[in-house]
């Protein structure tokens, strides 16, 4: 389906970042811009915003974390992110293969682990 041929109206100049956000939330870009000659692009180089904390662990596991980052070649700081990181996307993997009936698998393991320690009192 071809779209008629509308006007587009022209983009306000903006005082501040403030001021553009202020107005994109309360106008359709639709009015303002061609979608259809929009074109991907990749942001490969656009890093995550980060959060500075304040982490205390046992100095010999921070000795052997900085040993193993000397080992690879990166600081210390960058390889945790990847430890921590890699760890809680295994997390969140494993939470989605249990699905929504994990609570109900739980409650049948610890009544079969009842079963067996009451069968093994019996004995």
């Known amino acids: 389906m071809a ?6 109206k022209q983009t306000p100049r903006f005082a ?11 106008h359709d870009s639709a009015d303002y811009v061609d979608w259809s ?3 991907v692009v990749s942001l490969s180089n656009l890093k995550p915003s980060t959060e500075t904390i304040s982490l205390r662990l046992p100095a010999p596991l921070l000795s052997d ?9 990166v600081p ?9 990181a890699d760890r809680v ?5 494993s939470s ?3 699905g929504p009936l994990s609570h109900k698998a739980s409650r049948a393991r610890r009544r079969a682990k ?5 069968r093994a009192a019996r004995d």
């Open 114 to 118: 009842v079963k067996r320690v009451s």
């Open 16 to 26: 501040s970042e403030a001021a553009e956000r202020r107005f994109w939330e309360t």
């Open 3 to 8: 779209r008629s041929k509308r006007r587009l």
């Open 65 to 73: 974390l900085k040993a193993l980052a000397n080992k690879r070649d």
């Open 37 to 39: 000659k929009a074109a």
């Open 76 to 84: 210390y700081q960058s390889l945790l992110k990847v430890f921590v």
């Open 89 to 93: 996307a295994a997390e969140w993997r």
């Open 96 to 98: 989605m293969n249990r």
